[in-house]
């Protein structure tokens, strides 16, 4: 295959950036999105070229480091893929790719299409979590959970951070991660000592970090490489509205 | 107080605002439109119906104010929430695809901008009588203030076209108006909004109604 | 010179030496903890799990990792699940069972005390784990569910659907966050270690590259932890993550730190085949798949048939033939051997010609599709996303890939290295899985280490020894730092015909075909010669374009490979030494008559330790002996 890419180049965090057009031969439609940018890059370098950054670690939809707006998408078009398990068979021969990296406000540009997500870590610092600390656990089978509570847990904990919510929201809002974290963790008996306390920490975090406001478009579900759903949202705002109005005690 | 100010200053909090008297102006709107269909059962019915209104001397009021506080932190809100939105996506994208945004959701802000300008509009224009484009305008008679109004094309479409923005408003705004203030049921299909569709649909057509009717003659 | 490598393993029966050896260790008074400060290195199970409880405890930790996020882990991959006594099956479980399977699996190449305390502690890590929210799978009764895993004829394996290390690492991450907003833990992502300093003999800190500025620094410490997983990445294609590497462990080794059988490998027998030159990594298929589906390949070398127009008499099911009891299930080195022996022979599917069907044509046409959906259907589903090819029509193609790496840093019972004060845990150290590691084990390692042993042994090494105070302005740190410094700008200048990638493609290439499955006398002195030639040729033909100031990633990853270069010297050097075959190592001359591998407890009942004698020269080797008082050996069987 053949492709034209508009591939977004900054030089770094403060440098301007622009977009740039490479012609891309001889891609075959078993390589993956990223072994097609390795190639590229592999020709840049052995033109004297710098090449093209862009975070990637895992290379199987796990570790939520790959990113990349691919012609306006976020991790491209198949859906519940992250951009790593996208293969080029997605793409047609002569096609022509825009590559952006996400873009927002709270995800400044580090270079090229790599992006500072540290944002993100922060709103887990804030309450992201079960106080529990080393030690101190009771017997795993102590407390029983319902198979329907782990079962929602874990299809929220699934998230795996890589920001693509932030990415396509047409609001660069937070609220997905945010609240599939919210959801994940309040689901279990053993988040419910923190519940309220964690969805006021959670949300005041993401607003000092400058993301937009939720407005409900479902763009963030569509491209969840993980289909979490925005009715994760929904309890968000309702554990945040309990807390703020009536208190933080469970 | 403090409490409330705390909540509001947050954008979570800003956007539940937004939800709650979103809603009270879903409510306000799905009456008023059943309300003008009166119109079609003649003169002396809706003009006994906004007598009957008005009779209600503080209540009237008590609804009256109720909407505008709600206009007003909707209003408020919706511009500080949609400024902040802006500000977090400082440099936009050479190309993005919506997968799930509808035109509905993506109008909000301009439709809910030209709602406003024809809510002011309405008001001076039904209420206080302040702008008559027949150049009469009857306190007592609803009726006739309404089709001397949308005999003139301009207005009539005016109204049919504003109301166009409404209906995609509703569309929007019913639905996830519920979901922001936290009440609504998980759903193995979140993006699915038969409801707001049916209000929407609803509001739209009975609003619509009534400057067609006149515009076509069917009322006179 | 050798050293005397001291294992410190504590006095006294078995189940009782942990915890005697915590009554005996000193504590470090609450009020001095935050006086000391360690480095942690890695922010996986391992890491992440250490600098979250030592900061808990009150030491002031430093934590690091090359990705933007501690979440990012390799740890984060782990499908399958993790093991624990818990006995909650009422199978007949026990931490004695857990204990010896563990050690048998390791074909008795690991330490009796080690592996014991590892079963002991492994129910308090679930209990950890639940407490912290990872969703771990539940009956509807509420209680935890098992699975049965890899060999184990108890099902004692926990899970959270397929994301069992993601979820694992969420909790000892959420925990690390916790720690960093109190202010225990100063963390470093996007941060890559590339020295360690040792001072007097202790190690005492390390220098970094800001992989997003390109500075070089220096962090001091009272002691150094590296949790820097896994070396597999030395064959190139394997199923680790791109950035996973061996630099932080070999900058170790060549500061005197010894390297614990490195030819200890494992490789995976169903993963996804490579299906072109510029394949980044391998995909892990689950071992389950091996339950339903036949592997064969064709009779005929070259056949480029489709699958289904093979009759049945032209096709040959390899492993039912060669193991009529075992059949498909043959364990994962036996499988994955067969498996290369059938490409070698010429006879692999698919274009590379390097892959052989998992054919579940019989099953389906006996228990019907939705049988099998319900059984795999998700795994299925990724096959196709990755190769466009439909398992339900066509057999699936599968082959053999570099997965986990046994061999690491030696390390004593402390987890302590023989550098005073370097400590290494999970998969960077050599410790607790012999030759060969069973599956759901490396997770349960990594946090036994991580939340509760470590934290404790620390404290001990800081309070049992005088350490000075030193911080990074100390002339080992800057003599660290130009180093450090020097070879970037080495890695710079060369300016040559080659990229990184296509010399890693090579090296990979090597470590396969010459170290991979099986070994032999040969092919290791094939490799030991092409090994150094390839990594002179890197030295004068790399090319890294770009700045040092700069996120560089060609930079980043020059560095990892020209490490790979000098340690897949070492694996090699250390299969050609150990000339019998255990676990993942086998050696073609070591086999019983029908090509099992015949361990040679006479002459190799040992750790080997390899130590660095500088430059130029061929390292030393340091023998632990292995001494079982509680097992008996027996050499692992099929049949
Ligand atoms: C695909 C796959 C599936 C697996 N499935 C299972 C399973 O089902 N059950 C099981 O028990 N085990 C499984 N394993 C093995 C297990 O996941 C790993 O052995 C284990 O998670 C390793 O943990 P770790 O903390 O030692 O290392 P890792 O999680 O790899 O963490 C390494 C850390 O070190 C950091 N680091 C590395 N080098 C440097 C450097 N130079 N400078 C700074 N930081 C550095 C990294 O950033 C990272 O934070 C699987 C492994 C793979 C690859
Ligand atoms: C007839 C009058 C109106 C009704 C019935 C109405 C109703 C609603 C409802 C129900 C919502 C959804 C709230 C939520 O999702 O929580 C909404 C959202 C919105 N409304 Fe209105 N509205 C009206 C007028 C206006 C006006 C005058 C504006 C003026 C600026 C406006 C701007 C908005 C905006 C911008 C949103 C989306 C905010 C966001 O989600 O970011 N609306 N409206
Ligand atoms: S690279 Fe890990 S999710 Fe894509």
């Known amino acids: 295959m053949n492709l034209t890419l508009h591939v977004w180049r900054q030089a770094g965090p403060r440098a301007p950036g622009k977009m740039v057009v490479y012609k891309a031969g001889d891609i075959s439609p078993d390589m993956s999105f990223l072994e097609m940018l390795d190639v590229v890059n592999e020709g840049l370098t052995l033109r004297g070229e710098v090449p093209i950054a862009f975070d990637h670690d895992c290379r199987e939809g796990i570790c939520g480091m790959c990113s990349l707006m691919i012609n306006g998408i976020a991790h491209g078009p198949m859906k519940g893929t992250a951009t790593c398990q996208l293969h080029m068979r997605s793409f047609k021969d002569g096609d022509t790719i825009y590559i952006e990296p996400w873009r927002a406000g709270a995800f400044p540009v580090i270079k090229d299409l790599a992006v500072d997500r540290s944002a993100l870590d922060r709103i887990i610092q804030a309450g992201g979590f079960i106080t529990a600390a080393t030690g101190g656990a009771q017997d795993a089978n102590a407390v029983l959970v319902p198979k329907e509570s782990v079962d929602g847990a874990m299809d929220a904990a699934a998230c795996i951070g890589c920001g693509a919510c932030v990415a396509a929201c047409p609001n660069a809002s937070a609220s997905l991660f945010t609240a599939a974290k919210i959801t994940h963790l309040g689901l279990l008996p053993q988040g419910q000592p923190e519940r309220y306390r964690r969805a006021l920490e959670m949300v005041d975090q993401m607003d000092l970090e400058n993301f937009g406001s939720c407005t409900l478009h479902g763009e963030c579900q569509e491209a969840c490489p993980k289909e979490i759903s925005i009715d994760t949202i929904t309890r968000m705002n309702r554990d945040f509205i309990r807390g703020r109005l009536i208190g933080t005690r469970p | 107080m403090g409490r409330l100010r705390i909540f509001y200053a947050s954008m979570v909090g800003k956007k539940v605002v937004m939800g709650v008297t979103g809603l009270i102006g879903v409510g306000f709107v799905i009456m008023h439109s059943l309300g003008n269909l009166l119109v079609f059962r003649g003169p002396a019915a809706i003009n006994s119906y906004s007598h009957f209104l008005k009779s209600t001397g503080e209540l009237l009021w008590g609804l009256r104010i109720l909407l505008i506080v709600a206009v007003m932190f909707h209003v408020i809100a919706a511009v500080q929430l949609t400024l902040q939105s802006r500000a977090a996506r400082p440099l936009a994208y050479t190309k993005q695809e919506h997968q799930a945004a509808t035109v509905a959701s993506r109008t909000m802000r301009w439709g809910g901008a030209l709602l406003l300008v024809f809510i002011a509009l309405h008001v001076l224009h039904f209420t206080t009588g302040t702008i008559r484009p027949a150049g009469v305008f009857s306190p007592d008679d609803v009726y006739a203030n309404v089709v001397t109004s949308f005999r003139i094309w301009w207005v009539a479409l005016f109204y049919v076209a504003v109301m166009v923005a409404l209906g995609l408003h509703l569309f929007h705004g019913a639905w996830s108006s519920v979901r922001s203030v936290g009440v609504s049921p998980p759903s193995p299909q979140p993006l699915h909004h038969r409801i707001s569709f049916a209000i929407a649909l609803l509001v739209w057509a009975a609003f619509t109604a009534v400057p067609i009717a006149v515009a076509a003659g069917i009322v006179r | 010179m050798t050293v005397q490598l001291e294992a410190h393993i504590p006095s006294g029966p078995l189940a009782q030496k942990w915890g005697k050896h915590r009554f005996e260790m000193k504590l470090v008074s609450p009020a001095n903890k935050r006086k000391h400060t360690i480095i942690v290195v890695g922010s996986g199970l391992a890491g992440g799990a250490a600098a979250a409880t030592m900061s808990e405890l009150g030491y002031n930790v430093k934590c690091f990792c090359f990705q933007d996020s501690p979440r990012r882990a390799h740890s984060i991959a782990a499908q399958g699940g993790i093991n624990a006594a818990k006995n909650y099956q009422n199978d007949g479980d026990s931490i004695y069972r857990l204990f010896y399977d563990t050690l048998k699996g390791g074909d008795f ?254 099953t389906i046409k006996r228990l019907g599709r939705d049988v099998i959906k319900e059984r795999y259907g998700n795994l299925f589903e990724m096959y196709e996303r990755i190769t466009d090819e439909d398992p339900y029509e066509v057999p699936m193609r599968i082959y053999p890939a570099a997965h986990y790496t046994m061999g690491g840093l030696w390390v004593d019972y402390n987890l302590m290295s023989n550098v005073d004060g370097l400590h290494v845990t999970g998969e960077a150290n050599f410790s607790d899985h012999g030759a060969n590691r069973l599956g759901a084990s490396a997770l349960m390692q990594g946090l036994a280490d991580g939340y509760f042993i470590i934290p404790n042994t620390i404290g001990h090494y800081l309070v049992s020894n005088k350490l000075e105070k030193v911080d990074a302005s100390h002339a080992a740190f800057k003599a660290a730092e130009a180093e450090v410094a020097e070879r970037t700008n080495r890695f710079l200048s060369i300016k040559g015909k080659r990229t990184v990638a296509s010399f890693h493609r090579e090296l990979g290439k090597i470590m396969w075909h010459y170290c991979g499955m099986s070994r032999n006398d040969a092919g290791l002195r094939t490799a030991l010669k092409k090994i150094p030639e390839l990594r002179e040729e890197f030295w004068r033909d790399v090319n890294v374009p770009g700045s040092d100031v700069e996120l560089n990633q060609a930079l980043e990853k020059a560095g990892r490979v020209a490490d790979f270069l000098e340690l897949g010297e070492l694996i090699c050097l250390d299969a050609l030494h150990r000339t019998e075959s255990c676990g993942g190592h086998f050696r073609e001359e070591s086999q019983t008559a029908d090509g099992e591998a015949l361990r040679d407890d006479e002459n190799f009942a040992y750790v080997a330790a390899w130590q660095y004698a500088g430059e130029g020269r061929s390292p030393v080797l340091n023998k632990e002996p292995l001494v079982f008082e509680n097992v008996k050996l027996s050499q692992r069987s099929y049949k």
């Open chain 3, 109 to 362: 190449r690991s330490r009796e005390a080690n592996v014991y305390r590892l079963a002991e502690l492994s129910g308090n890590i679930i209990d950890q784990c639940v407490a912290q929210g990872v969703p771990f799978a539940r009956e509807y009764g509420g209680l935890l569910s098992n699975r049965s895993f890899g060999g184990a004829q108890v099902s004692r394996t926990f899970y959270a659907r397929g994301q069992t290390g993601q979820q694992l690492l969420l909790g000892a991450y959420q925990a690390l966050e916790r720690q960093i907003a109190r202010g225990g833990v100063t963390m470093y992502p996007r941060t890559e270690m590339l020295d360690l300093v040792v001072i007097d003999g202790k190690a005492r800190g390390i220098v970094v590259r800001d992989l997003v500025t390109g500075a070089i620094e220096s962090h001091a410490g009272e002691a150094v932890v590296l949790a820097t997983g896994g070396y597999a990445n030395v064959f190139h294609l394997s199923t680790n993550a791109q950035g996973s590497n061996a630099t932080a462990i070999w900058r170790a080794y060549k500061r005197g730190a010894a390297f614990a059988n490195p030819c200890f490998t494992q490789i995976h027998p169903t993963c996804i085949p490579v299906s072109g030159e510029y394949q980044s990594k391998l995909t892990l298929m689950s071992e389950s798949l091996r339950n339903d589906g036949r592997v064969w390949v064709s009779k005929e070398p070259g056949d480029k048939r489709d699958p289904r127009q093979i009759p049945e008499n032209e096709r040959d099911y390899y492993l039912e033939r060669k193991y009529p009891s075992f059949g498909n299930l043959a364990p994962r080195d036996i499988a994955s051997r067969a498996a290369k022996e059938v490409c070698d022979e010429g006879r692999g599917v698919g274009e590379s010609g390097l892959g052989v069907y998992l054919d579940f044509a019989d």
